[in-house]
């Protein structure tokens, strides 16, 4: 079980830093998604109706340990201030002068923002010592911590792990509500469980595959690690991604799916094109068919009809990865048409976050028409493959 926030005891003039999750996409400054902020409210704003005084810490991006510009979390501070009815302090630093002064000047209720952590080498230091003398620096500025950014928990970092060691934590709404429905999915899913995976890099998803051959009744394949599966069939995946250093691993899965009685389901046509480009012309062909000169780009239309038909009688689906290049509008019908499928079935429907939370966004689908949709790409296959993440194991209650 994981540490709550009731845990923490009475928290009216309490010191919280919440470690969430607000690493949304930008336009410049115009944030394009806002549905990492949307997802941080619960937690926030049962924090400020206790009275607390919330210090949100967060990273943006990717940059290497110094202040860029580009990765400041600024743009966030007005959305979040939007969405909590308030005005919400910012300060320009993670743990400097106006980190301190930020944290000094809040009301009970008060919601001040710092800056990016990842603005601080100490935060994804491979060095322990070098991410606790960080963690400290943080520690400093509160009375206890709430950990809620569920995209971040399978890593190692100072705002993650080692600020947990050091001030009384407990997990947000946020992760707490991502581990129970992802554990729906991992422990005792209801049947037909079907699993849902596309994407690019079939190198991501092996672990999960490898795990959920003994789990799942289904799992369909979709996407760019399609093509490898094709390929180890023997057919000709012409210019398409393509993993070669994992063909015999992907012959070794298809041969267990087969052993073991898990239907293993691959495309039957797709969806060409002679580049890599949103004006390319598009063209079905079989799968057996593919030109060497062409790419491919999204599943066909018989594909898309057959996987919505395994998905359609499912108890228990979980989805990772689109079905082609959504962001190009006519490569996007596969991943529509497995989202649409999804938001209709009955049963327990699990978007295990990245690509396919931003796909069911971006394609204007309801959030609410699907059971769960997940915050952490990463992080939530990670559990799916049975994997301890450190900034889960660490919330975990002594059970002594």
Request: charged share 25%.
């Amino acid at each position: 079980m994981l540490k709550t926030i009731d845990s923490l005891g009475e928290l009216r003039g309490t010191r919280v830093l919440v470690r969430a999750d607000l690493n949304v996409p930008l336009d410049g400054t115009t944030i394009t998604d806002d549905g990492r902020i949307r997802a941080a409210l619960p937690t926030l704003t049962r924090l400020v109706e206790a009275g607390a005084r919330v210090v949100v810490i967060s990273h943006l991006g990717r940059p290497k340990g110094a202040p860029e510009a580009k990765y400041s979390l600024q743009p966030v501070v007005g959305r979040l201030g939007e969405l909590l009815g308030q005005d919400v302090a910012f300060a320009t630093d993670t743990v400097g002068p106006a980190a301190q002064d930020a944290v000094a000047g809040l009301a009970d209720g008060g919601v001040a923002v710092l800056e990016n952590l990842r603005f601080n080498p100490g935060e994804t230091s491979k060095d322990d010592a070098e991410r606790l003398t960080f963690a400290s620096e943080l520690a400093a500025l509160g009375d206890a911590f709430v950990s809620d950014g569920f995209g971040v928990v399978h890593r190692k970092q100072a705002s993650v792990y080692e600020l947990a060691t050091l001030l009384p934590a407990a997990a947000g709404e946020l992760v707490r509500s991502e581990v129970e429905s992802l554990r729906k999915v991992t422990d005792q899913p209801e049947r037909p469980f079907v699993v849902v995976l596309g994407g690019a890099k079939i190198a991501d998803k092996l672990g999960v595959i490898d795990s959920l051959l003994g789990k799942a009744d289904r799992i369909l394949i979709g996407g760019g690690m399609a093509y490898t599966f094709q390929k180890a069939k023997g057919f000709e995946v012409g210019q398409s991604l393509l993993d070669e250093s994992k063909l015999d691993v992907v012959r070794e899965y298809m041969e267990r799916a087969e052993r073991d009685g898990v239907e293993l389901v691959l495309p039957v046509d797709t969806v060409v094109a002679p580049e890599f480009s949103a004006e390319a012309t598009p063209t079905v062909v079989p799968v057996e068919q593919m030109p060497a000169d062409q790419e491919g780009m999204d599943i066909g239309p018989r594909t898309a009809e057959l996987f919505g038909q395994k998905i359609s009688d499912a108890a228990t689906v979980f989805w990772n990865g689109p079905m082609g290049v959504f962001e190009f509008e006519s490569f996007a019908k596969g991943t529509i048409s497995v989202a649409e499928t999804l938001s209709q079935a009955p049963g327990f429907t699990v978007v295990g976050g990245g690509d396919s939370a931003a796909a069911v966004r971006t394609l204007g689908f309801d959030e609410s028409l699907f059971s769960h949709i997940s915050t952490g790409g990463g992080a939530s296959l990670e559990l799916i493959e049975g994997k301890t993440l450190p900034g889960i194991s660490i919330l975990e209650e002594d059970t002594e």
